[in-house]
């Protein structure tokens, strides 16, 4: 027997216990460097509970070993795309989608008293009134010119371009994001022109979060691109071997979820071949579903896709089709959702968003950053929408619903896209981002994106604490 399986027996005897012999083994296979820990902590617990005796069931219950079956797994679809989509055409299809954009989202924000003496943007402009009027649309355009902000915005009934000069105002204008819903407080000025005396956007109330009943974990992870040479294979096998450990946090995983870029895809951006480990889908996809498959049969894996994945480029995104890959569809314990969608876990409320929208933002948005998704997904909260910019880098599909809508409050906001870890806590929503699993690439360095590859995010779902866990290896 090894010394320090001799000390943790000599510990217990001291203390009056005694050990049962299939207790013994199991502890004789114990990580020495815990062995004094777990002594103590089992010694101490059965102390209080006045049993003298440790059996092999108190250390299988204490190492995790036996998984906890009072833990529930209760999965379900709240919302998602894939079947919804329709794909509607040219400027019709458009005109739709920004209808919809504006009566979801006015809809939204009928709940705050303002809205119930809101003007028509023809009325308004048609009329002259010394009283404030309340008008909505969507921000077509904002201009700073010398000391002043200039917002446009439409309803279906017109379009109106409005003045800020007030400081803390032209503050929040600046925060706005294109094709955002607003709702203007407006005077008619002295010498002509709308002056903006209050802005305000639809928002999510303080929000109660719900909670798992029982202490189940999901890991949060997103931008995998398998296929990719930048791949972190390495990492992602040691996290998905940790599954499957003793580790008392690893047993209570119940669910993994997988927000977009699984794989690095084929033809995504110029030259992409010279950077790619498989240069075919197929082979990208089987070296996805032969990761996916060690992860144990109790954990649910949500798989939704990004703008590395193959089905359509444009949001809102379908899921990966079955055509590519039909192992991925078959297993029992995987999901294969849509981009966006939003899912139950517990009854935690979880919307999953790949985050392309995230790129335009921080192009147009002043004090954003690539380093702090975070914030830009608090924009996206407040604006209740994904995706507001139309005619940037990302490709709006023109649907008859809009989607992209934040409709329903999530308990949980989970974005990739930008590779950088980062949460936030907003108004009982938590927010996170869960970087990736891809060292920087050369694009990246060119221009200074610096990822936090590597990193599991993990959730205690009926507490709400995060964990991270770093799968780098440090030598
Ligand atoms: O994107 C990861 C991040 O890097 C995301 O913020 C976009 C940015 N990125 C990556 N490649 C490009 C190119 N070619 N142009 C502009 N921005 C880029 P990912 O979706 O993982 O590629
Ligand atoms: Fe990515
Ligand atoms: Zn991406």
Redesign the pocket.
């Known amino acids: 027997m090894e010394k320090e399986v001799v000390l943790a027996v000599n510990y217990a005897l001291n203390k009056g216990f005694q050990i049962h012999p299939d207790a013994l083994k199991i502890l004789e296979q114990v990580d020495i460097k815990e062995l004094e820990h777990i002594i103590k902590q089992i010694v101490k617990e059965k102390s209080k509970q006045k049993l003298f005796l440790i059996n092999q069931d108190d250390l299988e219950v204490f190492l995790g070993l036996k998984d906890d079956e009072e833990l529930e797994n209760d999965f379900r679809i709240l919302n998602d795309p894939s079947s919804k989509i329709t794909s509607a055409e040219g400027i019709d299809g458009y005109n739709a989608l920004f209808t919809s954009r504006f009566s979801k989202l006015k809809k939204i924000i009928s709940n705050r008293p303002e809205a119930k003496i809101l003007k028509s943007i023809s009325s308004v402009i048609s009329t002259k009134s010394n009283d404030d009027l309340y008008i909505c649309g969507l921000l077509s355009e904002r201009r700073v010119e010398r000391n002043v902000t200039k917002l446009t915005i439409d309803d279906p009934t017109g379009s109106i371009e409005t003045i800020v000069f007030d400081k803390d105002l032209q503050k929040i204008a600046a925060s706005l994001l294109t094709d955002q819903l607003v709702m203007e407080k407006i005077s008619f000025g002295k010498k002509g022109g709308f002056i903006v005396k209050d802005v305000i956007i639809p928002d999510i109330p303080e929000h109660a979060p719900n909670r798992s009943k029982t202490e189940a974990y999901a890991v949060f992870l997103s931008?995998l691109?398998i296929g990719s040479m930048y791949f972190m294979e390495k990492e992602l096998n040691d996290f998905i071997l940790w599954l499957s450990s003793p580790d008392p946090v690893a047993r209570k995983i119940r669910f993994v979820l997988i927000c977009?870029?699984i794989v690095?895809g084929v033809g995504?951006?110029?030259n992409q071949d010279k950077e790619l480990e498989f240069v075919d889908i197929r082979e990208q996809l089987e070296k996805t579903i032969d990761l996916l498959k060690k992860i144990p049969q109790h954990i649910k894996i949500i798989v939704t896709p990004?703008?590395?994945d193959p089905g359509r480029r444009a949001l809102p995104q379908p899921a990966i089709p079955e055509f590519y890959n039909s192992d991925l569809w078959n297993q029992k314990n995987i999901s294969m959702l849509g981009n966006p969608t939003m899912v139950s876990l517990n009854g935690v409320k979880v919307l999953m968003f790949?985050?392309?929208s995230?790129?335009d933002i921080?192009r147009t948005t002043p004090g954003l950053s690539?380093d702090k998704p975070a914030q830009v997904m608090r924009h996206l909260l407040q604006a209740r929408h994904l995706s507001p910019i139309y005619g940037s880098?990302t490709p709006l599909a023109p649907e008859n619903d809009d989607m992209m809508v934040i409709d329903e409050v999530p308990d949980i906001f989970h974005a990739?896209?930008?590779?950088v870890v980062d949460l936030d806590l907003y108004r009982g929503v938590l927010i996170l981002n869960s970087g990736?699993w891809?060292h920087q690439?050369p694009?990246?360095t060119g221009?200074g994106?610096t990822?936090t590859p590597g990193l599991a995010v993990i959730v205690n779902l009926k507490t709400f604490k995060v964990y991270t866990k770093d799968f780098t290896s440090k030598d």
């Open positions: 931008d691109h977009g870029d690095d995504i951006y110029p990004g703008n590395h790949h985050g392309q995230i790129d921080v690539y880098q990739g896209h930008v590779h990736a891809q690439t694009f990246q221009v994106m990822p």
